[in-house]
């Protein structure tokens, strides 16, 4: 049984700061991660992709995933109320590069001005 | 504009009363797949589908039934509704189905079953 394993919050920061989100998965052979954030009531929004082992930023955002740690995080830097929502962790393991996920439940954070 | 739509947004409806939850897309996209969403369960795939004919069983496939006839629809099938179906779905598309591809969510159905 493919786990992923995330705090469920909430996750509680001042506007400003860095909140740091992480995520575990018990799969080894997983190829790709993602993160995604859903807005109550909403649909789920791709915001971060990564596949090696290292640090991915984007703008605001920075994915890091460690392998041999099977450790996967997402940092927001300069949280801004807007960025409240549940951010949901999605690893992979399809065969052959195919797309079949599994979600972690999803931490809630809240940025408080 | 590209977009997944589904339909109905809201429906209540009762145990055993057959239903379809359609769900579109007009991107042209070969991969598309159902999910269903609990408070404390996360996201959990029920079925996708690689290409038109073309479906395979997801995590949470019981109850179900999906199909494939064309390319932008894929209908989910609940034959026999019952209480613990009771849930948010989604359902999603990207282009090909590999890992590399965004994957868009259409807007959500939340369905109740009494």
């Known amino acids: 049984q493919k786990e992923v394993e995330q705090n469920s919050g909430p996750l509680s920061v001042p506007e400003g700061a860095i909140a740091s989100l992480n995520c575990t998965y018990s799969d080894r052979g997983s190829q790709s991660f993602f993160w995604y954030r859903q807005y109550s009531g909403k649909s789920p929004e791709l915001i971060m992709s990564?596949?090696?082992?290292g640090d991915k930023e984007d703008g605001r955002f920075t994915a890091q995933l460690n392998k041999a740690s099977q450790y996967v995080s997402l940092l927001i830097r300069d949280s801004q109320p807007s960025d409240s929502a549940t951010y949901l962790c999605?690893?992979?393991?399809?065969?052959?590069?195919?797309?079949?996920?599994?979600f972690g439940r999803g931490t809630s954070l809240i940025v408080h001005p | 504009e590209a977009q997944v739509t589904q339909n109905p947004r809201y429906l209540i409806t009762v145990t055993g009363k057959k239903l379809t939850v359609t769900c579109s897309q007009n991107m042209n996209h070969e991969y598309m797949s159902w999910y269903r969403q609990d408070p404390g369960l996360g996201l959990r795939q029920i079925y996708y589908?690689?290409?038109?004919?073309?479906?395979d069983k997801g995590d949470v496939p019981e109850g179900y039934k999906v199909s494939r006839k064309e390319k932008r629809n894929f209908p989910l099938i609940l034959e026999s509704p019952s209480p613990n179906q009771t849930s948010l779905y989604f359902c999603a598309s990207s282009l090909l189905g590999r890992h590399t591809d965004t994957q868009y969510f259409g807007p959500g159905t939340r369905l109740t079953v009494l």
């Open positions: 990564i596949y090696s082992n």
């Open positions: 999605a690893v992979n393991s399809g065969p052959g590069g195919s797309y079949i996920p599994t």
């Open positions: 589908s690689m290409n038109v004919e073309v479906t």
